[in-house]
């Protein structure tokens, strides 16, 4: 019922400013807007944790722009660890992202 008396409270004020309708080239603009902000999130979250991971190991890593030298790394590190595949899997998650990211642009 809020709703509604909200419409008729402001139906009945004179001095109600209204918002006019969006195009459909302005939503598609916020569509994108949001849809690269979540996948740099989701990147960003990613990459947090593969570093956290390795930080486990001891393994202090930078900028992971460089997915197969992270790849590399990984593999020379971790090679008897049951962590390494977990760990190449959120690298890989990392490569689909980047793809991902190269179909919205």
Do not use: W, Y
């Not at 004179?14 to 902000?37: C, D, W, Y």
């Not at 393994?59 to 197969?68: A, D, F, K, R, T």
């Amino acid at each position: 019922m809020g709703d509604a008396e909200a419409i008729c409270e402001a139906v009945t004020r004179a001095n109600m400013r209204f918002v006019p309708i969006k195009t459909p080239e302005q939503q598609s603009g916020l569509v994108l807007h949001r849809t690269r902000h979540l996948l740099i999130r989701q990147q960003t979250a990613v990459i947090n944790t593969i570093r956290a991971h390795l930080a486990e190991f001891g393994i202090v890593v930078g900028e992971l722009s460089n997915l197969g030298q992270g790849r590399t790394t990984v593999r020379q590190h971790l090679e008897r660890s049951s962590a390494r595949r977990d760990i190449i899997v959120h690298l890989r998650f990392l490569i689909l992202a980047d793809r991902r990211f190269a179909a919205v642009e």
